[in-house]
T-cell receptor
Framework: KNEVEQSPQNLTAQEGEFITINCSYS?????LHWLQQHPGGGIVSLFMLSSGKKKHGRLIATINIQEKHSSLHITASHPRDSAVYIC???????????FGTGTRLQVFP | DADVTQTPRNRITKTGKRIMLECSQT?????MYWYRQDPGLGLRLIYY???????NKGEISDGYSVSRQAQAKFSLSLESAIPNQTALYFC????????????FGPGTRLTVT
């Protein structure tokens, strides 16, 4: 079983829909990262959080440490949001990042 | 200009050849990392370096070596490339311990035939 599980693996949406991507993990962590990978391959960091909730524009990330679960929400989705979204956790003991396999999101006009 | 650059961006090479992937950063970070990405798998750590004199193996270091020539430069070598090293390779930096956010290069797509 992977230490970081994301769901769903693939997601399609119509423009304007509210999107939720989930991440569950099984190790003790010091932080959780949400990353975005565009079709060209480059990876950018969206959020790093260790508790509660963060918001940036139309993106919201939440984490529940007790339940070992995080969600990434996209409000009013747009075709430019089409990308792979990757959850990664920083292992508390090793200080290394463990990555999920990603969620591929396609938003259609 | 990008803060983390990788060269080459694409490379096709033959089995048995030696190849070097280079990474440079202008962020002034001490920590640098090499990851590989394969379809259906999460990124996996190959090597990481906390400073010029501190280089460590990651989870999949076999078949790879690295060199940290300066704070800004971290190179990954495949001594004798094999087809299952075909993958997308990413360099990343971090300014840990002040912040653990990672900054990724654009990636190098390597194909070994």
């Amino acid at each position: 079983k992977n230490e970081v599980e994301q769901s769903p693996q693939n997601l399609t949406a119509q423009e304007g829909e509210f999107i939720t991507i989930n991440c569950s993990y099984s190790v003790g962590i010091s932080a959780l990262h949400w990353l975005q990978q565009h079709p060209g391959g480059g990876i950018v960091s969206l959020f790093m959080l260790s508790s509660g909730k963060k918001k940036h524009g139309r993106l919201i990330a939440t984490i529940n440490i007790q339940e070992k679960h995080s969600s990434l929400h996209i409000t009013a989705s747009h075709p430019r949001d089409s990308a792979v979204y990757i959850c990664a956790v920083r292992d508390y003991n090793t200080d290394k990042l463990i990555f999920g396999t990603g969620t591929r999101l396609q938003v259609f006009p | 200009d990008a803060d983390v650059t990788q060269t080459p961006r694409n490379r096709i090479t033959k089995t048995g050849k030696r190849i070097m992937l280079e990474c440079s950063q202008t962020k002034g970070h001490d920590r640098m990392y090499w990851y590989r990405q394969d379809p259906g798998l999460g990124l996996r750590l190959i090597y990481y370096s906390f400073d010029v004199k501190d280089i460590n193996k990651g989870e999949i270091s076999d078949g790879y070596s690295v060199s940290r020539q300066a704070q800004a430069k971290f190179s990954l070598s495949l001594e004798s490339a094999i087809p299952n090293q075909t993958a997308l390779y990413f360099c990343a930096t971090s300014d840990a311990p002040s912040s653990y956010e990672q900054y990724f290069g654009p990636g190098t797509r390597l194909t070994v035939t």
